[in-house]
Each structure stands twice: as structure tokens, then as C-alpha cells.
């Protein structure tokens, strides 16, 4: 079984399967494009999946000191204040089920994160044409606010409510008519930002995604993709 695992989510499989189920919920009008939200978790890593080999021999001898591992970046494992770990990218439908998933190592960190996550969600059309790839609205909170993504989203002329940093929010102001126009918030639409975390909640319900046993980052990323699934099948 486990063999299976590892090669569906290496020749994308699991992708495929979660793009038919998704076009397949998008014709029958169970996909709620009026909100689309972007967040992350962090999920530890257990001591199965850190097995990088060390940068550099070991030192042996009395007296030695032992050298830390050094993880590959893109086997999506870093260190953090949790200790080892990685972090889930997510966009989730209004619905609470996801969209796009991203899996980077645990200390990245979450804006940078937006753009390659919005270009994973392509949920293609049954009756063909072009597959849709915009949310009517997106919603993110703070660590999500930089002027690199609020041009993104502009350019693709979609709509979003994602809160401006105090800190941002002053270098603009310092700035005068060459900061540009202060970001649009609505606190009634920010509220909905509450449907990719119970989203992400419904997704570290199984183990195997709230803890990391997969040792490479294609595997893991096809653990999550099965929990993904699960989650659209059974709604």
C-alpha cells in the first residue's frame, strides 16, 4: 500500500485524482468562489522524516562535538522555534475544503508564499474553455500584506481584504501621495477568514498530515493531497 502511496504521489497521481474531483465539484456548483482564504500551518516533523545526510563527516574522538543536520530546502524541512518542521500553504474555498496546497520548510515564511500559491489553484471545466483560476474575493490576514502581493492581485483584478501592518501602514503615510492609496478593509468580509482555518483544522484531523512521517517533501505533499480529497468526497 505504502508503495502505491510513494509512486502516485511521485508521478502525480494524487494530483490528478484531486484536479478531477475539483473540476468534477465546480460543475455541480459545490465550489464557493464568492471567498477565497490563504494561510498556513506548521506541522512537526517526526524523527523518521529527518534523515538528511550531514554536510559535512562526523567528528569522532573524545572531546568531539557532533555537527547539526543540515536539511535540503526543497525537501520542505527547516528548523524553527517548533524545532523541525514544515509549513502547509493553503487556499481554501468558501466551502472549508482546499483549493491549492504548497508545502515549504517550517521557518519560511508566509507572503512570499501567495503568489506561487495562488498560481496552483486552475480548476479546469468539464464543458471545456479555460480553466478558472480567480476567486471572486481572497482574504489573508496581516502576514500576507506586502505591496508585491497587493500588485499581484490588482493585476489579476482580484479582489481582496488582507489588513495592512501598523508598520506599513506608517511608511506610507511618511511617504505622502508616492505611498499610494491606503488598502480597502471590510471587517464583515475579513470575518470569513475563518473558513481556511477550520479548513486546515479539518485537514490536521489526520495524522499522517498533523504530524510529518514522510522522510521526501513529494510524498508528504501526496499524504496531504489524499487528506484533501478525503475532505471533497466526503462533503
Known amino acids: 500500500?505504502?508503495?502505491?502511496?510513494r509512486r502516485w504521489s511521485a508521478d502525480g497521481t494524487?494530483?490528478?485524482?484531486f484536479a478531477a474531483i475539483l473540476a468534477d465539484a465546480d460543475a455541480e456548483g459545490r465550489i464557493d468562489w464568492s471567498m477565497v482564504s490563504v494561510?498556513?500551518?506548521s506541522c512537526r516533523a517526526h524523527q523518521h522524516a529527518a534523515g538528511a545526510r550531514r554536510t559535512a563527516p562526523r567528528v569522532r574522538g573524545k572531546?568531539?562535538?557532533?555537527?547539526?543536520r543540515q536539511h535540503r530546502p526543497d525537501e520542505g524541512l527547516g528548523r524553527s522555534r517548533g524545532g523541525l518542521t514544515c509549513k502547509i500553504h493553503l487556499a481554501g474555498e468558501g466551502g472549508?475544503?482546499?483549493?491549492?496546497?504548497?508545502?515549504t520548510p517550517g521557518q519560511?515564511?508566509?507572503?512570499?508564499?501567495?503568489?506561487?500559491?495562488?498560481?496552483?489553484i486552475r480548476v479546469s471545466r468539464l464543458c471545456g474553455g479555460r480553466p478558472r483560476t480567480r476567486p471572486d474575493h481572497l482574504g489573508g490576514?496581516?502576514?500576507?500584506?506586502?505591496?508585491?502581493?497587493?500588485?499581484?492581485?490588482?493585476?489579476?483584478?482580484?479582489?481582496?481584504?488582507?489588513?495592512e501592518p501598523k508598520n506599513q501602514r506608517a511608511n506610507r503615510q511618511r511617504r505622502g501621495s508616492r505611498g499610494g492609496r491606503p488598502a480597502g478593509f471590510d471587517k464583515t468580509i475579513y470575518k470569513r477568514r475563518n473558513e481556511v482555518e477550520r479548513t486546515i483544522n479539518a485537514l490536521k484531523n489526520f495524522r499522517a498530515v498533523a504530524t510529518r512521517f514522510d522522510k521526501r517533501v513529494y510524498i508528504f505533499h501526496g499524504t496531504v493531497t489524499v487528506a484533501a480529497i478525503r475532505l471533497w468526497l466526503g462533503s
Not at 115 to 120: A, D, G, L, N, Q
Open 63 to 68: 572531546g568531539a562535538r557532533a555537527r547539526p
Open 39 to 41: 494561510d498556513s500551518t
Open 1 to 5: 500500500m505504502y508503495e502505491r502511496h
Open 141 to 163: 490576514d496581516k502576514a500576507y500584506s506586502s505591496r508585491r502581493n497587493r500588485r499581484y492581485l490588482r493585476r489579476r483584478q482580484i479582489k481582496h481584504t488582507i489588513p
Open 14 to 17: 494524487w494530483d490528478r485524482v
Open 96 to 103: 472549508r475544503r482546499p483549493l491549492a496546497l504548497l508545502i
Open 108 to 120: 519560511w515564511g508566509d507572503a512570499p508564499q501567495l503568489i506561487p500559491v495562488m498560481e496552483r
